[in-house]
């Protein structure tokens, strides 16, 4: 961090990263999307057992692979909410129907909290699935590292050139993930500007699957290390 001649000069390089090795990912913030009604699962799928924890305290684990700069659920349930009490995780209840109503109070809770401490930003918002117990921590902090390089491009995981989530959303979209259209997500946006997303591989490819019924957990538990 000190400034002589020789470290500016390097700093100032357009193909170097510069990273604070104490802080590295503050300024990503982590929304854990826990809203779903787990219609083909039969009951709220995130509260089924998988691996000793239930899914979403994985979803939580999960976020802790990384040192957000701030994190934050977003759910209907108040299981969920009783969880993210426990957990010490902030969270937002809320009743909205929508894809984009979950999105909109996340990014928007998210940008309240970044307002009110001017000494902190948001760089970009990464959106963690509760149904993708897999995701390992190599793979999610190769997608922070990732995004932080390019700084304004969409960041998702991806197999195979097969574009997954997480997804990371740079701060130039934000109005548009408060605007997005009714029962639309970020895929909305990654549809919009295909040119802006950059794919960033996982190791394997069930990293990348999600659990909809309740067979699916009994397959994906078979991936356990």
Known sequence: KQSTEFLDSIKSRADVLLIDIDNIFSSISCIIMASGMSKRFGTNKLLASFNNNTLFENAINISHFVSFGKTLAVTRHDELVQICEREHIHCIKHNMPYRNDMVRLGVSRIL??????????????????SDQPLITRTS??????????????????????????????????????????????????????PAQVVLVPVRDEYELYDIDTPDDITRLLKFLH
């Open 112 to 129: 309240k909290e970044t307002n009110r401490h001017k000494s902190c930003c948001t760089q970009g918002i990464l959106f963690l699935p």
């Open 140 to 193: 999610l902090q190769l997608l922070c590292l990732t995004f932080l390089y390019y700084d304004d491009k969409i960041c998702r995981l991806s197999y195979k050139e097969n574009a997954g989530s997480p997804c990371i959303f740079p701060a130039k979209y934000y109005d548009e993930l408060l605007n997005l259209p009714e029962k639309k997500g970020g895929g909305f946006l990654t549809k919009k500007y």
